[in-house]
């Protein structure tokens, strides 16, 4: 077995990467990842990427932060100092919705961008990798994984016919800035 771990296919225009990734799907060659220094509508449908489960997690970071603020003014001021403050009630439930609100949006936020750290693998003072340093100032990497798709011509002659620059064999997993 080959020391080649992936195959970088590096286009100069995003629209001759899209066309590479249809000619490796439709020779049913797995893509392993692309990489592009910009956002390109529609690449996550044509990679089968699933849609993204935040907006659930958001949902449920908020119902905790909600019921968190209600138990904890709740207990503090009705069931542990309750206090007769000018005749109104201890449980007064308009003055507790400004709270509530804002500890839903505590949680809702440090819940989601813990999930996205965890997610990424981008923890604060981890060194960024990348497969191809291009990949970040003009270049779109395509990137197959050599271990599960066997001909490697097969797949160097692929890229280069949708518009390829260049093609290499990385052998090592990333490249790191350090």
Known sequence: MSNIKYILGSFGDPDEMMHGIEKLQENNIKIHDVYTPMPIHGIEAKLGIK???LDILAFFCGITGTVSAFALIYLTSVVDWRHNIGGKPAFA??????????VTILFCAFG?????YAST???????PRVMDLRATDDRFIIAVDAQENGDHSKI???LKEAGAIEVKHNERKYISYE
Request: net charge neutral.
């Open 51 to 53: 849609r993204s489960r």
């Open 93 to 102: 439930l308009p003055d507790f919705i400004p709270i509530m609100f804002e």
């Open 112 to 116: 989601l961008v813990g999930s996205y």
């Open 121 to 127: 693998h981008l923890f604060p003072g981890r060194a």
């Open 156 to 158: 160097d002659g692929l």
